[in-house]
């Protein structure tokens, strides 16, 4: 069982920047499809980025491509999420997911994932 944890939310402004933690612990996380998917208030849980199980490949949302970048550092056993040029629309918990069944068709769907952290708070205000 692996358990996760999400750090590195916080308050910014529009336009800026903010880099999330996700840190495994009782098993590596290489063995394990990642994904990092968020939730606004009185909206539905959104993807937003992840890394396949085998192969390393990436994917992202619509909505965050080309301004989140997901990266994994095996020797710390943890997964990252950097946010860059960020909007109010940004605001959300952001949640960090793990699944070892995940294929690629599922990759966005969060019911393909059974382990998860508790969230951590980004919220994009001036």
């Known amino acids: 069982q692996v358990q996760l944890v999400e750090s590195g939310g916080g308050l910014v402004q529009p336009g800026g920047s903010l880099r999330l933690s996700c840190v495994g612990s009782g098993q590596t996380l290489s063995g394990y499809a990642m994904g990092w998917f968020r939730q606004a208030p009185g909206k539905e849980r959104e993807y937003v980025a992840g890394y396949s199980r085998t192969g390393g490949y990436t994917y992202y949302g619509d909505s965050v491509k080309g301004r989140f970048t997901i990266s994994r550092d095996n020797g710390k056993n943890a997964v990252y999420l950097q946010m860059n040029n960020l909007k109010t629309e940004d605001t959300a918990v952001y949640y960090c997911?793990?699944?070892?069944?995940?294929?690629?068709?599922?990759?966005?769907?969060?019911?393909?994932?059974?382990?998860w952290g508790q969230g951590t708070q980004v919220t994009v205000s001036s």
């Open positions: 997911a793990a699944g070892r069944t995940v294929i690629t068709s599922s990759i966005r769907n969060q019911n393909a994932y059974h382990h």
